[in-house]
């Protein structure tokens, strides 16, 4: 990849799928190739299929390292919405078991800006489906954060 990049490729193009290498790296847990991406300059704004940007792949399958990274190395929107309504916060949230690494997650997320209020297109705060899920270590953190 570092050799493609010298080379001149374009990093930001997507396949078929709309995926490209710096999506991947946030899809498939893949640190080493996220940290040969960034210094290339990505656009960190390039959206999933589903329309989230690398974050929120990350955040949903509980990539720690990787949100890790793109939280204190770049700019990425903490509160972009996808096409279902969800942040990454809530994509946390909603599609994990509510253990330590989403805890973990969960904190790196507000510590750098996610808006504990943003709801769900139904309205459902990151608190109130906390709670419903009986994920009450995160209902902590999203109440210490304001929510």
Not at 28 to 52: E, K, Q, S, V, Y
Not at 97 to 125: C, N, W
Request: glycine share 8%.
């Amino acid at each position: 990849m570092a050799q493609l990049i010298a080379a001149g490729i374009d990093i930001n193009k997507q396949d078929q799928t709309r995926l490209n290498p710096f999506l991947i790296s946030c899809l498939n847990n893949d640190l080493t190739l996220l940290r040969l991406i960034l210094p290339a300059d990505p656009d960190l704004n390039c959206l999933t299929r589903f329309g989230g940007v690398g974050l929120t792949p990350a955040c949903e399958k509980g990539h720690l390292a990787i949100v890790k990274e793109l939280l204190t190395q770049t700019g990425i929107n903490v509160n972009h919405t996808n096409f279902v309504g969800w942040t990454p916060l809530l994509e946390a949230i909603v599609l994990n078991d509510g253990g330590s690494t989403q805890q973990a997650i969960v904190a790196l997320l507000l510590e750098h800006g996610a808006s504990p209020h943003m709801t769900d297109k139904y309205g459902r705060t990151p608190l109130e489906l906390a709670r419903e899920k009986g994920f009450s270590a995160i209902a902590r953190l999203l109440t210490a954060a304001g929510a």
